[in-house]
């Protein structure tokens, strides 16, 4: 197949396009930049210049291919609700070019908001209408379904290796800055967790399962706690590690005290079953254990 990928040079995207390749398909990576074009051509895939916002050369890259993959979405939490809707938009230009040809559309979403605290997630579960976050990539993929589109939808958890992990990136941020590595209370809530290199080859078996309407978990870990990541993190850094009280999460955190004590734990039972998944990368521990914290 012919695969238009969106975010194609992102920390997520890459290895997405390099496992594409090496089972045989082609590539069509969409590109903002010179750098990222160039990058792109290097591993081996074509490139379209396009953005987010440029809803008709987005709609003109899924014209182009048999399938598309979207990854792309600006991760800057103070424009959240603003980079949230040009999301939106771009689903539905992409979808408004796959309607009635019966090619794959997987779309990217997370496990925030999808069960109640101390619940795993799973695939069957289903978003509240009461949605607490402005980011509805997998409800505005999947209201694509009724029209023609054939979608399915990975939720993501925190997406790791030894340079990124996800949320826990900021975690990292927010220590070196505060001189701390802290956790709210006990520590006992918990992050879900993949390495990047599973989640890589989940797309493609998404891809090639082809399924009209299903979710998937990319989960590996369930779940890690709170206070064991701070822990890691204070190691690498070598700073002191605390817990603080959830009233004090705001003034330290910032804008990541949404998720500081808060569980995103979910379940990749269903999706191991369905596509014989089976996680071999290291876990998120592990991987901020070698991280180099020099940086």
Known sequence: ????????????????????????????????????????????????????????SLRRGAAAADAVIHLAFIHDFSNFVENSEIDRQAIEAI??????????????????GLAAPGQLATEDSVISPNFPFPRVSE??????????????????????????????????TIAREKGVSAYVGEGQNRLAAANVLDV??????VLEKNENGAKYHAVAEEGVYMRDIAEVIGRGLQMPVKSI???????????FSMFADHDL??????????????????????DLEQMDYRG
């Open 200 to 205: 890589a080859r989940l797309y493609r078996l």
């Open 139 to 172: 409800q505005t993929a999947l209201a694509l379904v009724p029209k023609g589109v054939r979608v399915s939808v990975v939720r993501l958890p925190q997406v790791h290796n030894t340079v990124k992990q996800g949320l826990v990136s900021s975690a990292i």
């Open 95 to 112: 979808g408004s070019e796959l309607a009635g040809f019966d090619r794959p559309f997987i779309a990217t979403s997370g496990l925030a």
């Open 1 to 56: 197949m012919r695969v238009f990928v969106t975010g194609a040079t992102g920390f997520i995207g890459t290895p997405v396009i390099k496992e594409l390749i090496a089972a045989g398909h082609k590539v069509l990576g969409m590109a903002r930049s010179d750098e990222g074009a160039k990058s792109l051509a290097n591993i081996g895939a074509d490139v379209h210049r396009s953005s987010l916002e440029d809803i008709e």
């Open 265 to 286: 734990v979910g379940s990749s039972a269903i999706t191991r079953k369905k596509l014989g998944w089976n996680p071999t990368g290291p876990g998120l521990i592990a």
């Open 245 to 255: 009280l959830p009233e004090e999460a705001e003034a330290h955190f910032g804008w």
